[in-house]
């Protein structure tokens, strides 16, 4: 999971006047929100007996009983005394992480000087796991209708904030630090040389301490941290077909990268691991001790549970002076924490043609939204998956996954609809001759995935797309095989298939490549990284901003899309770093 400790994102309701100004202003330190509210009715997982325990931090009265504050040692003592093993102590929020017996728990919830107990929920990774994915040609063609043209290193994410007109007028964010929580980073990835600055892992997994061994398992990590910070000029040696041979260009290039591991190799990790990484980015300001004028933290992950003792991490974050960028979390109704913290900047997530992605949480805590659709990014060397498709006469498909496991091939050909009921191909054994040598256009209904590949397999199908059958924009998500088929597989989007199996017939394309150092993902995760590196980029060229100040701008300067004004799908729009800085 992700260690977390002092948060600093804004407050959305400052004024807009003082930050287009550019006036710095004294700040009144945040407070933390008394409410608990419960944004969702689900909760969370959390291990057995392991929970965080809150003390007073003002004295009260309780009756005719006055109470002060315990200090940080007697906190200690009174957990230790009732039974508790403490994990570990958060001095500057009043609170602790311990495992607690039944007994503990009772005599500690009995305790005057206890505010609070709530269990050490874990929160996940907010990627969509396999990436979606498209080919490079589709991120132009795709990005050109609303955003620009991605070309180059440029991918459409960076074409929607304008990154190359921020990086020809020589904004890059540097000078300021950009701390991720996250599963981790590969840093002897080329895209990071002389930008990683600091890496720590929180979790308890042993053998994931070094940012130049194997630590990102999940992958998720060094992706986002591509978006950030992917170095211009600097390729990685396995490109994925069709890519640039400088690989991809981060929205902020030339900020100070840190990677604080606070989910383990599945993607999770505990509360009070996300704190701790938080506090250990907070610590990166020279306020704090550290090195850095400025730190923007990027949390790309998220859960439905409130936790009064993040909320205080936050808040003391934000009064500590960092800025906190959250993902608003996927497939939900509503916004997940930390993004629905006080304090905390929410982002949601747009496809290339400016639309809400349809898996972005609304909610109105969302503040901004930035590119989260097939976002092309870095893998941990050699372990990514690149997909690929393609029609003749038909527009770049929107949206396209691969099966796990997948078989790596380059197949263009004939596409032949496979037949059957609703062109679904099912029935064991089934065999269609028109397949063979050709591409097998499928769609997904009423029969497994495997069967349906066996089928067209057994047909003599070179390649083959599935397309979906309910969702109209995107493809199934992750196809998941229990055999692999030495022919490449993709999952095409309801609308995509159903336009080219109008077009038949016609040929097309399929490419799979295992082994790169890149690859595609979707989601609020995707879409947090671009805010993130659009906010240091903006600090950078205004570094006399506050981090409320900061939040206003960014704000006031965002490209307002769906209906006028803020609204709980996108906010107050695209995150436009270049209007932020010139106005324009």
Not at 444 to 452: D, I, N
């Amino acid at each position: 999971m992700n260690p977390r400790h002092y948060h600093a994102s804004l407050l959305l309701g400052l004024s807009l006047t003082l930050a287009a100004c550019g006036q710095q202003t004294t700040s009144t330190p945040a407070t933390q929100s008394a409410a608990s509210p419960s944004l969702s009715t689900q909760t969370d997982p959390v291990e057995s007996g392991a929970y965080l325990v809150g003390f007073r931090q003002t004295p009260t009265t309780l009756g005719t009983q006055s109470l002060g504050t315990l200090s940080v040692s007697a906190q200690a003592l009174t957990v230790q005394a009732a039974g508790g093993t403490i994990k570990t102590q958060f001095e500057d929020i009043s609170a602790l992480a311990a495992h607690l017996t039944p007994d503990a728990l009772a005599t500690l919830k009995a305790d005057p000087n206890v505010e609070y107990i709530e269990p050490d929920y874990q929160k996940h990774a907010l990627g969509l796991g396999t990436p979606p994915a498209v080919s490079a040609q589709s991120q132009a063609v795709g990005a050109q209708a609303v955003l620009g043209s991605a070309s180059g290193e440029t991918t459409w994410g960076d074409a929607a904030l304008r990154v190359p007109a921020l990086r020809s007028a020589g904004y890059t964010g540097a000078g300021v630090a950009v701390c991720i929580t996250d599963t981790g980073i590969d840093g002897n990835q080329p895209e990071f040389a002389g930008r990683l600055k600091g890496f720590r892992n929180f979790t308890a997994e042993t053998g994931r301490d070094s940012a130049y061994n194997l630590n990102d398992v999940h992958q998720h990590g060094t992706h986002v941290a591509g978006t950030v910070a992917a170095q211009y000029g600097t390729g990685s040696s396995h490109l994925g077909s069709g890519m640039n041979v400088n690989g991809v260009g981060g929205v902020a290039s030339g900020v100070n990268l840190y990677m604080a591991r606070v989910l383990d190799d599945n993607g999770n990790g505990a509360n009070s691991d996300i704190i701790n990484g938080v506090n250990w980015c907070t610590a990166q300001l020279k306020s704090k001790g550290g090195t850095e004028n400025h730190v923007v933290v990027s949390m790309s992950l998220g859960g439905s549970s409130f936790s009064s003792t993040e909320q205080r991490a936050y808040t003391a974050a934000y009064n500590a002076g960092a800025l906190i960028v959250a993902a608003s979390g996927n497939w939900g109704t509503t916004v997940s924490y930390p993004a629905a913290y006080t304090n905390v900047l929410a982002v949601g997530a747009v496809d290339m043609n400016s639309q809400i992605a349809v898996f972005s949480n609304p909610g109105s805590k969302v503040a901004l939204v930035g590119p989260g659709v097939n976002i092309l990014s870095t893998r941990p060397l050699s372990q990514g998956t690149f997909v690929t498709a393609s029609a003749s006469g038909l527009p770049s498909f929107s949206d396209v996954s691969s099966t796990d496991p997948s078989s790596s091939g380059n197949v263009s050909g004939k596409v032949v609809a496979a037949g059957g009921s609703n062109n679904e191909f099912c029935g064991t054994g089934v065999r269609n001759t028109a397949l063979s040598g050709n591409i097998a256009l499928i769609s997904r209904g009423t029969c497994t995935y495997e069967q349906k590949i066996a089928n067209a397999y057994g047909s003599g199908a070179t390649a083959v797309m599935i397309y979906n059958n309910t969702t109209t924009h995107d493809a199934p998500g992750t196809m998941t095989l229990t055999s692999s088929y030495p022919v490449p597989v993709v999952g095409l989007s309801k609308d995509d298939g159903l336009a080219l199996q109008a077009k038949l017939p016609t040929t097309g394309t399929v490419s799979i490549n295992n082994g790169t150092d890149y690859g595609f993902d979707s989601g609020t995760s995707m879409a947090t990284p671009h805010v993130s590196a659009a906010a240091a980029v903006v600090w950078a060229a205004k570094p006399t901003l506050t981090p409320s100040q900061l939040t206003s701008l960014l704000t006031s300067t965002a490209t307002d899309l769906g209906p006028a004004g803020k609204d709980n799908s996108y906010g107050y729009g695209l995150v436009n770093p270049y209007k932020a800085i010139t106005g324009n």
